[in-house]
Structure formats: C-alpha cells, structure tokens
C-alpha cells in the first residue's frame, strides 16, 4: 500500500520544511545449544501500546519502540492497524536518525478528507543506516517521509502506511545493537583486517552464535574486494553454535574442503579473532566433527601467532618529524644519517616504510617537488613523479616480517592518485591508482594506507573519507569511498590510523581539533582541547602509541580521550611528525 491522492501534496510540503524535533553438535560434556541469527529475540508477549495516543505520540513510539528488534520488531508493528502487522514486511536495512527527529502533522491541503484518517510527517537526520550485511553505512541526510494513521473501531489511532523501513535513532542503536569486529586477511599478507560489524545486544549469551554466522557471510559489501577470506564462501554450521559443561564455546563448521594445515590455521584465527570481544571461553573449533586444525582443538586468543606484527610499527621505531627541511628522530630529536637529514635535501614530507628500513620523501625542487624512494638513511632512487606539490607518502605493509615494502602512495597535485612500486629490477616505477569513484569528489590534500594496506583515509575539501582497496594484476582501485561525520568534521587537514578500525583526525576547527572516528562513521569522540592553539598542521598515530599533533606553538602528546595534552620534549614549531607506515 503506497502513497494516494495526498501524496503529491504531501512531498511539496516535505521538501519545504526544515528538520527540527518536535512534540548441537552433541559432545561427551552435553553441550548446551546457543541461538542462532535470532539470538537476543526472544517469545514474549508484546504489550499493546498506552491508550487514547494521538497520531504524532503513535508515529513516535512507532519509532522509539523499534530499538526492540525481538520477534521481527513485534514492539513497533504494535502500532500498526491490525491486517497490516501481520502483512508488512520494511526493508531488509535499518535507518538510523539523530535523537531529535520529529512529528508534525501535514498541512490540511495534504491530508485525506475522511477526517478518521490523518498523515503525520516524520523527519529527523539521517546519519547513516544498518545495511542488510549488518554493516554501517555513514551518510548526513534528511530524512522525510509521510505516514499515514487511522482511527480504529476502538477509537485508537495506528498507522496504516508506514515507513518503508525500521528507523531508530543513534542512542538507541548505540544502546540496542553491539558493535564487533570480523577479521578477514589482507589479500597477499597475514595481516589482519577488521570489518566492524553490528550484532544485536541481548541477551549476551546469544552474541557467539551472532558473530558466527556475520563471520560465515563473509566480508561486507565495502571490503568485499579488498580482504582475503580463508573461510571461504561454503562454509556453514555442521549445527548450533554450543556451550559444553566444561565452558568451551564449539563452534562446528562444514565445508572448509581439503585446505592445507597453514589455511586451516588461518581459519582458526578468524574465528578466534572474531570471538575474543564476545566471549572469554575457550573456542573448540571442528570441521565435519574433528578439529579444525589436527592436533589443536581448542584454542584462545594467546594461542594464535603474532598476525599484527605486520601491521604495527616496531616498538623500537620511534618516529620521525620533519623540521626547516631534515628528518630528525621524533625521540632524540637528532637528525637522521642520509641527505635527508644532512640538509643536503630540502625535504618537505616523508614517510618511513613499516618495518624502519625505506624511506620515501618528497623534496622541493624549483616551484615543484618530486619524489625519492630508498633504504633509511642512503640516497634514495629520484622517481619519475613531480607536480606542484603531493600528498605526505604512505606505505604499503611487506608481505612478511622479514620482507621490505615494495610499494608506496602519493597524491600529486590534489587530484592523481599515485602507486609507486619497485619492480623485479629494483626501480621504483609509478602506476595511477583508479580514483574514478572519487573523480568528484574534490581536491585530495591527503592519504593515508592503512597499516594492513586494505583501506585509505583521504581529506579531501575537509572531509575524512574512507576507501576500500581493490588490487588485482592490472592495478589499484579506490573503491566504495565514504565520507565519514561529514555534518561535524567539515575541515580536517590530516588524518592517520590508530589501529585497523579507528582514525584520527586534525582539524582547523576551533570546536573539533582533535577527534578519534569509527573506520564506517558511526562513532567519533572528540579529545579534550586544553593547551592546544587551533588550527591544527598534522598529526600521527599508531597501535599503542601516543597520538602526536602539531599546532601552531609546535608538538603536543595525549594518550586517551580527555588526557591533557602535553609538550612532546623534541618539538617544536613547524615539526611535522609521523611514525612509521
């Protein structure tokens, strides 16, 4: 049942106002079944909503009741006429407005003549939905749509023609739904790569079996093509996810195939990864009925190889800045061997490749840059790149440990995305990344590779946005790019990752400097702004470091949201730092 006579009228009017808020596998220990894809849903009677309700107070408890997702949002199809709660099937993606949406009626020119029927406009923010593959999708958009309601026999109001699908705003999507990381690989590497997803949040125990079967789906729709899942796409539950009496989470899968023991072992770390902020128990992972991996059953987070290793900086690397043209140690505060630290180069950006060993620097020559690439610390090779100016490089991670990177990132002139990589002969060649879905999109002023080299954040006018890389044997591709807070962040100048799904962001924003941000939008926390002087230059990040961030007055360290920003001891104004990636 779609729009009639009054939907013409109806749409001119939304157009017109503006937002505002208004009025079992069986085990010898017995296992105990955990519920599946429902999990946190259960059979109960839904109570009919308070009586004498008028239209706007019925179209927003519709609303406000559809946090409670249990027995297919059973809560909210309580305000619906009687036919139509048992016939409405809403869209499989779920929209999530800012807490202050609205109801008002339409105007008398917009509504039905049967004066037991009236239609209500709902409008509110939309910052983003929950898309069919429980992902994220940010989005800054107003959100505006009719809803019609009808006296029923009883005298009560209940909407007859209702949104197309579930809206519910951001604090009870934050309160209803529990965000959790599903790992996947990088395409040619062992580094791990997280895909934040959204599993309903009660009960608790349900949540294993959730995670499960977001693992089972695979990747979501914007890494897609950008990860490597071991798991591959056949594989399913052999039957319930279980609890055994001895408090072992069994996770039993079927058709993982004649996978060698390394692939197997990598399954393992899926799964495992994915479980460890839902769970503390031991994960028994099988596959037809024996264990997934032979000879090693049950498994915890501890027991898995170092896969992060790859894409965190050394411990021992301390970072570097750049200040008046030379690289100098962001811990000493000494300058570094090489031209780049002599001053016989005038350096006006670099970046040092993950492991420490590469470095990559753009130099001023003439009215341009260019660019040179090459081990830390010796003359690298000129690259045959130059422009007006370019982007601070940024490092593709090694495919292994004691491997060098073969592959670094530019913007030159705000607009070409560039991949410079070393061949079989040893030379650093370029090779234009595919940005057309960025094409635009407007001016790039920086880029960042993730340190698993599966996502860029971008700037671009202002705007933090965050892209998937697609590789296959004839390029790079920037694809499904997503601006991310774009009604908050609307002048970020730098941006770095503090691990595989947070960035962190400078801004010229007097309000905003400093904020940390969900890699898909949905969170962002801003950090206190005591001892900074705005606007911010640029900033750097890394797992388990302290974020470094340069104002004005020169360099200030902070570790968590609200600590006080401190002097870093070897700043100074005009530094620019960055650690290694």
Known sequence: MRRRTTAAVLAVFLCLVTVAGCAAIPTESQPKAIPQQNAGQPTQEIPEPELGLDPLSVVREYVRNSVQPANDHAASRAYLSGPLRETWTPDTSLRVVKDDFGTVYAPEDAQPADPN????????????????????????????????????????????????????TETDFDTAYQQVPVYFFAPDSTALVSDLRYVVARPQSGLPA???????????????????????????????????????????????????????????????????????????????????????????????????????????????????????????????????????LKVVSAAQAINGHQLAVVVSDGDGVRLQVGDYGAIGQEVDLSGAQMTRPTWRPPGGTDEKS??????????????????????????????????EAGRIT?????????????????????????????????????????????????????????????????????????????????????????????????????????DKTGLWTAGEIGAVWVPHNRGTPGARPFYPG
């Open 210 to 344: 959730r995670v499960v079967d977001l693992l089972l789906s695979g990747p979501s729709d914007g890494l897609a093509e950008a990860v490597r899942n071991p798991i591959g796409d056949a594989a399913t539950l052999d039957s319930n996810v279980t609890l055994s009496n001895d408090g072992a989470l069994v996770v039993p899968l079927t058709g993982l195939g004649d996978e060698a023991v390394h692939e197997r072992e990598l399954m393992a770390a899926q799964v495992v990864r994915s479980l460890q902020h839902v769970t503390t128990s031991r994960v028994k992972l099988l596959s037809d009925g024996t264990p997934l991996v032979p000879g090693h059953t049950e498994w915890r987070p501890s027991d898995l190889p170092a896969y992060d290793t790859l894409s965190s900086p050394n411990a021992e690397l301390p970072g570097l800045m750049t200040v008046n043209g030379r690289i100098r140690s962001l811990g000493s505060g000494a300058p570094i061997d090489g031209p780049a630290g002599t001053g016989a």
């Open 117 to 168: 029927e009236r239609v209500v406009a709902l409008r509110g923010v939309e910052v983003g939905r929950l898309a069919a593959d429980n992902s994220f999708i940010a989005g800054v958009d107003e959100y505006r749509t009719p809803v019609r309601v009808r006296k029923q026999a009883d005298g009560e109001w209940r909407i007859v023609d209702p949104p197309d699908g579930i809206v519910i």
């Open 446 to 550: 920086a880029l960042r590779l993730s340190r698993d080299g599966a996502r860029a954040a971008l700037v671009i006018e202002g705007r933090l946005v965050v892209a998937a890389v697609v590789r296959n044997a004839s390029g790079a591709t920037l694809r499904a790019p997503r601006v991310l807070q774009e009604d908050r962040l609307t002048s970020v100048v730098d941006v770095d990752w503090i691990d595989h799904d947070t960035l962190v962001v400078a801004t010229s924003s007097d309000r905003v400097p400093v904020a940390k941000v969900s890699v898909d939008g949905f969170q962002l926390d801003q950090y206190n702004t005591s001892n900074l002087t705005p606007p911010m230059r640029s900033i750097t990040a890394a797992p388990g470091r302290p974020i470094v961030v340069a």
């Open 406 to 439: 073969t592959e670094v990132w530019t913007v030159v002139d705000g607009k070409q995305v560039t991949r410079v990589q070393q061949d079989a002969n040893g030379q650093w060649v370029t090779q234009a990344v595919n940005a057309a879905e960025l094409a």
